[in-house]
């Protein structure tokens, strides 16, 4: 059938060191639509669902889908795996070029199975695909894995993704780095690569991407560009990203806040786009072929981490590493965010654990040094989770097991969805009153009248920037 999928996939066996292109057949590639249909296929064909999550047998699948390397506004790629936290099926996403490069070496997905015997770096230079030895890579940091290896692999030619210490040691939410700043995060994948002694792959492809219809494909291209020029909310996200919604959230009462005791917190101007913007921001950047850019690099300006880059303190990140930690404090924030990436930890799921871990040591149920609003001794407990030292340990394996080992009382405040953390609320308000009743009435109705109040000035500037359900 006529089709822009390559139909190319490596099943690389770390155990033996075996590699093995396969293709699909047509019926599997119609029914199972895109790239997130492909990667759910591949993970239900190639997984034992009764073992456990660590398991040799048990795959780790990139996936990319058939606009993925051409101009078409497609720049995610997923990852496709059993999940350590929930023993079920996980579907994480990244932004970037790392999808872009697999896609330009020959490929439409690779399965990964096997544990490798030492520490491995998977090499892809076009259709040849070499396992090498990286033990000097282990114990580094995302950072220093990317410094360590770009005089090697330069950035211009080679794609990298690679997991951080979380990820080595096995932290349930740890995360999968693809390029500097764009993360597979949710749901352990980089604890299942941990699982496979496979610390980085790095890629690189110099084919161009076929397509069926070029002539046709450009019209399309261009009634998706303009309209996109036009969306008055894709518009916004381009000025203010992802966290242009604070404010509204906040606003809303959707904030998590004090491990999501509250929907509004006082901090919150502190987390959005304007303070980004006056305290770290430096230039737009944007993942492959997107027209909005909603991603900024940043350098923080000032005082003892003045220097340190990274990217957009999105959203998610804003409102489970600010907000429900109440750190208010935006270069304080930011700094969180940016260990969560260097150590190779998803920023939602450690949030939602630094926050029970901040509740239960209030209650006397967690001998732990986290305080809320003390950004000091959360950066401590994240170093600490990413080792698995000491109470970092228990919180490694993610607030419902750590709730399980502490006792009913804990598990009162676990927020968690099948032992996934949850998001930051984008849509649904009774999501805040699912953990306690003293969020209904008054109390969120007050936090929303204070907040619109404060709000009110700004209201006309505001109108044409995101609210973070227009794009789900």
């Given at each position: 059938m006529p089709t822009s999928y390559l139909n190319h996939y490596l099943h690389i066996d770390l155990?033996?060191?075996?590699?093995?292109?396969?293709?699909?057949?047509?019926?599997?590639?119609r029914d199972y639509v895109?790239?997130?249909?492909?990667?759910?296929?591949?993970?239900?064909?190639?997984?034992?669902?009764?073992a456990p999550a660590y398991a040799p047998e048990n795959p780790l699948i990139f996936v990319m889908g058939p606009l993925t390397g051409t101009q078409a506004p497609s720049m995610r790629s997923g990852v496709f795996f059993q999940s350590p936290a929930t023993r079920l099926f996980t579907d994480s996403?990244?932004?970037?070029?790392?999808?872009?490069?697999?896609?330009?070496?020959?490929?439409?997905?690779?399965?990964?199975?096997g544990k490798a015997p030492e520490w491995t770096l998977i090499e892809i230079?076009?259709?040849?695909?070499?396992?090498?030895?990286?033990?000097?890579?282990?114990?580094?940091?995302t950072y220093e894995v990317y410094d360590a290896l770009r005089p090697q692999y330069p950035e211009k030619d080679w794609k990298i993704a690679c997991i951080g210490p979380a990820g080595e040691h096995l932290v349930k939410f740890a995360s999968i780095d693809c390029d500097a700043h764009r993360q597979a995060g949710r749901g352990g994948g980089g604890a299942v690569m941990g699982a496979k002694n496979l610390k980085a792959i790095v890629c690189r492809g110099t084919h161009k991407i076929a397509l069926h219809d070029p002539d046709g494909f450009?019209?399309?291209?261009?009634?998706?560009?303009?309209?996109?020029?036009?969306?008055?909310?894709l518009l916004g996200f381009k000025t203010g990203g992802t966290a242009a919604s604070i404010p509204w959230a906040d606003v809303e009462g959707l904030l998590p806040t004090r491990n999501f005791q509250r929907g509004s917190f006082a901090g919150a101007a502190g987390l959005g786009d304007e303070a980004q913007r006056t305290k770290f921001w430096d230039k737009d950047t944007a993942c492959a072929a997107c027209p909005i850019a909603c991603s900024k690099d940043g350098t923080i300006k000032e005082g003892e981490r003045a220097g340190e880059q990274g990217d957009t303190f999105e959203y998610e990140s804003a409102g489970m590493l600010g907000a429900n930690l109440e750190v208010g404090d935006t270069v304080d924030?930011?700094?969180?965010?940016?260990?969560?990436?260097?150590?190779?930890?998803?920023?939602?799921s450690a949030g939602s654990v630094l926050g029970f871990a901040c509740e239960a040591a209030e209650k006397g149920l967690l001998d732990v040094d986290a305080r809320f609003g003390d950004a000091k001794s959360l950066h401590s407990l994240l170093l600490d989770i990413s080792q698995r030292y000491g109470a970092g340990d228990l919180l490694a394996e993610g607030v419902k097991i750590a709730a399980e080992k502490l006792g009913p009382a804990a598990e009162e405040f676990a927020i968690h969805v099948k032992g996934l953390e949850r998001l930051p609320p984008a849509r649904v308000p009774c999501a805040l009153r699912s953990r306690r009743r003293r969020v209904e009435g008054p109390d969120l109705r007050a936090a929303r009248a204070r907040?619109?109040?404060?709000?009110?000035?700004?209201s006309a500037e505001q109108a044409g920037r995101p609210r973070h359900d227009d794009h789900l």
């Open positions: 155990s033996n060191g075996k590699v093995t292109p396969f293709s699909l057949s047509e019926d599997v590639l895109g790239g997130k249909g492909v990667g759910a296929y591949l993970l239900a064909t190639h997984q034992d669902p009764q996403y990244y932004g970037g070029f790392f999808g872009q490069e697999l896609r330009a070496a020959g490929y439409d997905g690779l399965v990964i199975t230079d076009n259709d040849r695909v070499t396992l090498k030895p990286a033990g000097g890579l282990v114990g580094k940091d450009k019209v399309a291209l261009r009634g998706t560009l303009a309209a996109m020029r036009k969306d008055e909310t924030a930011i700094c969180l965010g940016i260990l969560c990436d260097r150590l190779g930890l998803d920023t939602i907040r619109q109040g404060e709000n009110a000035g700004r």
